[in-house]
């Protein structure tokens, strides 16, 4: 776990939570804590107009507590996995194409369907990169 300092976190000056009086929900300490909040915090975070910015912020620092972007600790891990297991067969496929195998043989030899890669070369997921930074998130947190 990383340790954040005021100078680390994210300018999220439009942050729906900013006013949101219960700041602990967002920093359940236990698996059962997060499964029961997590109705209430997608109800703020979906709607909220800083989520990439806030998701993206904690794929940048790799945090491992709280909810982030809409997204629990448990949930960026595993939309972290999925990113990484999806570029490592685009990077193989790649390989293989460059080897001469065709598109279909190269998603055969990774197991996955051609359909679901050329879905995945178009699908959008959050990206590491520097974001700014304020004291603001913490304060509104
Ligand atoms: S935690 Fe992030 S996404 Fe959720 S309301 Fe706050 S700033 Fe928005």
Redesign the pocket.
């Known amino acids: 776990m990383i340790s954040l300092t005021s100078a680390d976190l994210p300018d999220?000056e439009n942050?729906?939570?900013k006013d949101f009086i219960l700041k602990e929900l967002?920093f359940p300490e236990t698996v059962r804590q997060e499964i029961d909040t997590l109705p209430l915090i997608k109800s703020?975070?979906d709607p909220?107009v800083?989520?990439q910015r806030?998701l993206q912020y904690a794929l940048d620092h790799d945090i491992e507590y709280g909810?982030?972007?809409?997204l629990s600790a448990t949930q960026r891990e595993l939309l972290e996995t999925t990113r990484k297991k999806k570029l490592k067969n685009k990077e193989r496929i790649s390989e293989l194409l460059d080897m001469g195998l065709t598109l279909e043989d190269a998603c055969s030899e990774v197991g996955i369907l051609v359909e679901s890669y050329r879905t995945s070369l178009n699908r959008k997921y959050p990206q590491k990169n520097t974001t700014q930074h304020n004291t603001e998130?913490e304060e509104s947190k």
């Open positions: 999220l942050a729906a939570c967002f703020i975070c909220c800083e989520r806030c909810f982030w972007g809409g998130i």
